[in-house]
């Protein structure tokens, strides 16, 4: 239908118009609310974080955690730590972190789901899955990686606790642009 027509049917009859301007304002507002509702990662994945706890130590601490991270040891510094945070993260079914690093060291448990993580500096782009009721750590101080939900139908449920979050940061959570020359395609 042509708009000179539809015009000229909206002009014939003001409560078809009415009920199309309120359906159209109705589509627009539902669109809103289900975008409103989600934080779209880097990617265009879909991933929820939620803040559960943020505190400061009361004393100086230091942390220094080793682990293998991609496969490598690393070791995640932290002299006179800044804030820490614990938040749950929901990966929804096929989203994906995108590629992202986070200004300290951190511990992830995961809940529920599965999910692989992708290391920048990888040139094989090797896939670290993780699972339930497993922990892993991240060195976080400029380690950037990725992570995917491979499932089509369960959400991946982690709880991460990140150490050395400057006062004020809203997240913990730092996307970078995609390293590109790694895991192509990714």
């Not at 989203?95 to 290391?119: I, K, M, R």
Request: hydrophobic share 45%.
């Amino acid at each position: 239908m042509s708009i000179d027509r539809l015009a000229a049917s909206a002009r014939r009859s003001p409560v078809q118009a009415l009920l199309l301007a309120g359906l159209a304002l109705l589509l627009i507002a539902t669109f809103s609310i289900l975008v409103a509702g989600r934080t779209h990662a880097t990617h265009g994945g879909l991933i929820h974080g939620q803040i559960m706890a943020r505190a400061p130590f009361a004393d100086p601490t230091a942390i220094q955690l080793r682990g293998l991270v991609g496969g490598k040891m690393h070791v995640g510094n932290a002299n006179n730590v800044g804030e820490t945070i614990v938040q749950q993260i929901t990966v929804d079914p096929g989203g994906f972190t995108g590629w992202h690093t986070h200004p300290g060291p951190v511990v992830v448990l995961v809940e529920s789901g599965e999910f692989d993580v992708y290391q920048a500096k990888d040139p094989n782009c090797t896939a670290y899955s993780y699972g339930p009721n497993e922990a892993f750590i991240d060195p976080g101080q400029g380690n950037v990686h990725s992570a995917r939900n491979n499932s089509l139908t369960d959400p991946m449920v982690a709880w991460a606790i990140y150490f050395d979050v400057p006062a004020g940061l809203a997240s913990p959570f730092i996307p970078v642009a995609d390293p590109g020359d790694s895991c192509a395609g990714f």
